[in-house]
Every structure is written in C-alpha cells, then in structure tokens.
C-alpha cells in the first residue's frame, strides 16, 4: 500500500484527491500549509509527497528545499496553479522531482506519481559504484564524494548511477530521458534543471568538476 503526504490548502481540490486516492486504496496523510507538511514530512516516511507550491507559513519551494537540505530525498510531485516555465524550472531547481499544473487529469496524476515510487524504490541492488572520488551505495540508494554524503532527490540520483555506472563514457541525452520519463519526456528544460541541480551537488562544493557537458550530445563523469 503506497503511503502519501498530501499538502494542499485548498480543502475542495484535497478531498477530490483524497477521494480518489482512497478509493484505490492508498494511505494518505494531510497537512493544509507547509510547515505541517514539513512536519510530518520528516517525522514520518511515505513514499511520495503531493505539495502545493502556493502554502500558508511557509511556500512549497520553501518546504521542499528544507526537506533537500534535511536529507529528505522523498519523491515530491509538486502541484500549482502557475503554469508558467519559469514556475516550473524554480520547482525542479528547489528539489522537486516532478510538476503538475491544475486543474489536473486525476489519472495522470496517478500515472505520474506511480513512475516517482517506481523510480525511488527501484531494483534494491546490493552493489557499490565507484568512480574516483564518487562512491554509490545502490542498496540504500545514497552517493559519495571524497566521503561526503551528497544530497540528492530521486531524480538527480537516478541520473549520477547511470553517469556513474557507465563512467567515463559518454551518456546521452536520450539516454537519461528515457530512464527518467519513458514516453513521458518533458522539455529539455526540465532535464537542464535537474543537471544543474545535480553539478550544485556534485562539482560545486569540491575544487574539481566531474560532470562534463559533451555538447549537443549529452554528459560524462570525468575525475580530474
């Protein structure tokens, strides 16, 4: 049974997803503004979080990064009534793994949220990945620099083990696309995004780069 926090303040649009959540027979959890979503979001584990971007006390981007920077790598869907894409790349950039605007198809929704579970718990591996400094735990799903635990959401994980696993050859654009989203592929914005979000991780806190843009092809991991 798939465990979910849903953070929404809008009592109308939570009760048709609770409805409809329930119905399938999932296990939700409510909070009606953010810092009760960031609450029971770290107190608890559930395997998707549905969090509205416009919160009382505290915003969701607000509520995501803390949860980022807490170690919280949950799959977060974030849902909004802002469609524009700079609302939409701010969300990636603040750790959320996927962005749906309302009014929303419920069995998108559902289709969407179920490839994020997927993606988070994925094949449970019991091997380490290891490339110069970097080491990935696979069994616990959690990456290393020079020991330094980096923080990662699902999605950004999900594209270091598959730069890691194939290092230092070239992983292409589609390559990634296709692991993260399947049919489903966004605009290469939103995989812009998460390459930003992923080198602030990787390359920015060490002296060294290891992410390599291969220009109009796609990316490398490369230890110099």
């Known amino acids: 049974m798939k465990k979910i926090l849903l953070v929404e303040d809008n009592r109308e ?28 979001a770290l107190e608890n584990s559930f395997d998707i979080i549905l969090l509205d971007l416009m919160l009382p006390r505290m915003d969701g981007l607000t509520v995501c990064n803390r ?59 019991n091997t380490v990945l290891n490339f110069g400094s970097l080491k990935i735990n696979q069994k616990i799903r959690k990456a290393y620099r020079e020991d330094k635990l980096l923080a990662l959401n699902p999605t950004t994980y999900t594209i270091l083990e598959l730069l890691c696993s194939k290092a230092p050859e070239i992983v292409t654009r589609q390559e990634i696309a296709d692991k993260l989203w399947q049919e489903n592929e966004p605009s290469n914005d939103v995989l812009r995004s998460h390459i930003y979000q992923l080198r602030n991780q990787l390359d920015k806190p060490f002296p060294s780069p ?15």
Do not use: C, W
């Not at 802002?82 to 793994?97: I, P, T, V």
């Not at 109009?216 to 110099?224: M, N, P, S």
């Open 13 to 40: 649009v939570a009760g048709i997803i609770f409805d409809f959540f329930e119905g399938l027979g999932m296990d939700l959890d409510y909070a009606d503004n953010g810092e009760l979503g960031l609450q029971l």
């Open 210 to 224: 290891m992410l390599t843009t291969i220009p109009k092809i796609g990316f490398r991991l490369e230890e110099k």
């Open 67 to 125: 949860l980022r920077d807490a170690g919280n790598n949950t799959p977060v869907l974030m849902l909004t009534a802002l469609d524009n894409k700079a609302d939409m790349l701010d969300g990636y950039k603040h750790g959320a793994d996927d962005y749906m605007t309302k009014p929303f198809d419920l069995d998108i929704l559902e289709a969407r949220m179920n490839a994020l579970v997927k993606r988070y718990h994925g094949t449970v591996s």
